[in-house]
């Protein structure tokens, strides 16, 4: 396994975020040369300012946490997101269509992905797999993949469980070769984050990326 630090998007999505808070993220994140972070879209401008120079992707979530916006919201929080600075888009699928079996969820990935693509940056889909049986983790892991975007990630963190190595033994499964798989929500320990990568996580997203640093030194 590499470095831990080339896994981590250091994370801080909650409701009650503060400046201050922010300018931690950023000083921890170029402290420990976390591979991202990623923030609330309404940070974004802020943070590619602070990050402006440095090889510390910026990531931001697209129709969070929820998932059901309109395809045209997300698309357009796309454009804001990325006007403000965003590298990386985690957008939410609509697990709503998903379940009622329409191929709607695979067509707004599709069209997320050209629109992200055209401007050179990552897009990965949030499936939220604590909605999901097996099954589902399979057929929508093809679906992400077809799609055409870069990642497909576990969890927002707002369901009632994050990451687990079964979906992302699942995933790696069902995935084409050239997606990714992040793994984020309840993320707290250098044990897990190990156990994680080594089922097949190529991202870690984590609040606690700094405890986790702290374990390895």
Not at 169 to 190: D, F, L, Q, T, Y
């Amino acid at each position: 396994m590499e470095h831990p630090n080339t896994y981590i998007e250091h994370t801080l999505l909650k409701i009650d975020l503060t400046d201050r808070e922010v300018d931690q993220l950023i000083s921890e994140a170029k402290r420990y040369q976390f591979i991202g972070v990623c923030i609330p879209p309404f940070w974004v401008k802020k943070v590619s300012r602070e990050l402006e120079n440095s090889t510390i992707q910026l990531v931001t979530v697209i129709g969070f946490p929820l998932g059901y916006q309109q395809t045209a919201s997300k698309l357009h929080e796309i454009e804001m997101a990325i006007a403000d600075g965003a590298d990386e888009l985690d957008l939410v699928m609509n697990v709503s269509a998903f379940k009622s079996g329409m191929n709607w969820s695979k067509i707004e990935m599709a069209k997320a992905a050209q629109l992200a693509h055209q401007q050179q940056k990552i897009l990965k889909i949030i499936v939220e797999t604590a909605l999901l049986t097996k099954e589902e983790i399979a057929q929508v892991s093809k679906i992400v993949s077809d799609a055409g975007a870069d990642y497909i990630k576990t969890s927002t963190g707002f369901a009632s469980r994050g990451a687990s190595i079964d979906d992302i033994e699942i995933m790696k499964a069902n995935v084409a070769p050239h997606v990714g798989i992040k793994a984020s929500g309840g993320i707290k320990s250098r044990e897990q984050l190990e156990a994680l990568v080594n089922a097949g996580a190529d991202r870690i997203g984590t609040s606690a990326g700094v405890q986790i640093m702290k374990a390895y030194e």
